[in-house]
């Protein structure tokens, strides 16, 4: 069982910045993967980034250049820094965590950019 709690949501104006937190509940290493998904109102679930245990990285094409997926070990911490943010980029962010035997997600923070 994995535990996830995200922070750092908020709202910011376009062009601004925000930085979520997932504090997971055991060592992080021992998760296959972990990453951020976003669902706004009406919408799918979709990525937005996602972190190997190895260190590998992917990004939705949207969020490219933009958004940076890090961790912090030691803290069994995965953050998501947003830069340059949009609009568009409103939704509600939930972390994930991929194991083996199961896919864990956090209860979501709300992220509201205005124009």
């Known amino acids: 069982q994995v535990q996830l709690v995200e922070s750092g949501g908020g709202l910011v104006q376009a062009g601004g910045s925000l930085r979520l937190s997932c504090a997971a509940s055991i060592d992080i290493l021992r998760i296959n993967a972990m990453g951020w998904y976003r669902q706004a109102p009406g919408k799918q679930r979709e990525l937005v980034a996602t972190m190997s245990a190895g260190g590998s990285t992917n990004y939705a094409d949207s969020v490219k250049g933009r958004f940076t997926i890090s961790r912090d070990n030691a803290k069994n911490t995965v953050y998501l820094q947003m830069n340059s943010l949009k609009p568009e980029d409103t939704s509600v962010y939930y972390c994930?965590?991929?194991?083996?035997?199961?896919?864990?997600w956090g209860q979501g923070t709300q992220v509201t950019v205005s124009s």
């Open positions: 994930n965590a991929q194991t083996v035997l199961m896919n864990y």
